[in-house]
């Protein structure tokens, strides 16, 4: 199985960027996909989440201004993120699990398989 993550880059505050995740080796329309982003010195946390059944999930801090989709049949899945911030500076990985229930979506242990990362930067 493989994730490869892009799309990163540098944006000022208030623009955008969209973040891409193809995949292979997986069973990606049973695959629960997620993005999670780490900041220096931060843990990882949650930033949204699109299930088979392409129910969304998101972070309080991207909600309303980031959009996650999949696309079953290129096996990817983006994210779209507006009216960036510079907290929102950080490493943005793509991550896919399968049979995770709704309650666990935000859970990092919940997740099989990882790409390497892409880095996003907003400056002020």
């Known amino acids: 199985v493989q994730l490869q993550a892009s799309g990163g880059g540098l944006v000022q505050a208030g623009g955008s960027l969209r973040l891409s995740c193809a995949t292979s080796?997986?069973?990606?329309?049973?695959?629960?996909m997620a993005w999670f982003r780490q900041a220096p010195g931060k843990e990882r946390e949650f930033v949204a989440a699109?299930?088979?059944?392409?129910?969304?999930y998101y972070a309080d801090s991207v909600k309303g201004r980031f959009t996650i989709s999949r696309d079953n049949a290129k096996n990817t899945v983006n994210l779209q993120m507006n009216s960036l911030k510079p907290e929102d500076t950080a490493v943005y990985y793509c991550?896919?699990?399968?049979?995770?229930?709704?309650?666990?979506?935000?859970?990092?242990?919940?997740?099989?398989?990882w790409g390497q990362g892409t880095q996003v930067t907003v400056s002020s």
């Open positions: 699109i299930r088979w059944n392409r129910s969304t």
């Open positions: 991550a896919a699990g399968q049979y995770i229930i709704s309650s666990a979506i935000r859970t990092t242990s919940m997740y099989n398989y």
């Open positions: 080796g997986l069973t990606f329309r049973d695959s629960s």
